[in-house]
């Protein structure tokens, strides 16, 4: 298999993690290479049910190499619960598992600040953050007072720990909030470091050893386009960059190894948080695609606002990421709507925008162009190959690949690995 870098075409959840299980089976090796355990993966391997924060999905599938990334901020606690579940549930990751020396660590100030940040702000301005520190672990990157994992496995990781701890305290305390116990989270710490030093290592040389050997590497990315910080609906954005263009500098795997990129996109359209949503329906057809599509955050359990499709936001994608394909997920929830409607472009004070502005106070404004199609009213989540979908559902895939510009490489009707559809991918 080619080395492809896989990213969300929308605002995330839209099925990524799903479509990683299911070509981590031809790869070698899969990467995350950005965000942090504000990210959610679901996969469902028959009964069984997997929500990974951190760790690549194909760590389920028994011998493929799995790699944390530089480009990832890493909550050494929360990492280490995660893989004792996975050990509970019989995935064992020893001599598979890799941990970037580079990644940068999330410390509990770092939460306690983007709690206290978020709390702060007034209504109508939050973020919509998971308030579990990743902004502000990106902001000690970026000021170069951040600690790497190497620095947490260490011998002198207390000596660089505690002037950082004081300075945060100073912070909170400044703002209202409660410092941080200094001799609590070193012993954390110092435990999950124990449970982490055999999986961490130099990563880039271990990727780029993998290239040198024609390794298939799958890159996997979390959140989503329009949650990029360069390229989303900023502010209302994570911390990092989830685009295609991230899966290099979060990895170290150089440009001209990248085979191809995938975009995971809904049949519809979900985000979870603040920020504005053009196409976002609050009347019972939303209420619908929320109930089938059980749309809850694997992260957070907040419910996801849903709305119909659209293809402004995914030609946007297409063009960002270089997409060459899309992976369509949750055809199948739409299976009982009488119509569907796709938004092809926006209007705000008389213009017609065509793709995304960069100018929040308009794309706030922005209303959709819509234009309809017939429901198929049937079940689709048995079908296991294209040409057995109903007609207008077959209709409906078509119209949203031509109507933005990509042809279709993998179909979901379902959650789980059986009912996924390889049409060029």
Known sequence: MPNIVLVGAQWGDEGKGKIIDVLAEESDVVVRFQGGNNAGHTVKVGDDKYVLHLIPSGILHPGKHCVIGNGVVIDPVALVSELDELKQKGVDPDGRFHISDRAHVVFPYHGLLDLTRESNLHKGKKLGTTKRGIGPSYSDKAARVGLRMGDLIDPQFDELLMPRITEANKVLQAMGADPVDAGQLLAAYRTAAQELAPFVSDTISFLGEACRTKKSILFEGA?????????????????????????????????????QVLGVIKAYTTRVGEGPFPTELTDEVGQTLAKVGNEFGATTGRPRRCGWFDAVVARYAAMVNGIDFWAMTKLDVMDSLQTIKICVAYECDGKRYN????????????????EEMPGWQCPTTAVTTLKDLPPKARAYVDRLCEITGVKLGILSVGPKRSSTMRVAV
């Open 355 to 370: 793709t995304v502005p960069a100018n929040i106070r308009v794309y706030e404004r922005c209303r959709p162009v819509y």
């Open 223 to 259: 959140q989503g386009t329009m949650l990029d910080i360069d390229f989303g609906t900023y502010p209302y954005v994570t911390s990092s960059n989830g685009t295609a263009g991230g899966a290099c500098t979060g990895s170290g795997v150089p440009p001209h190894r990248i085979d």
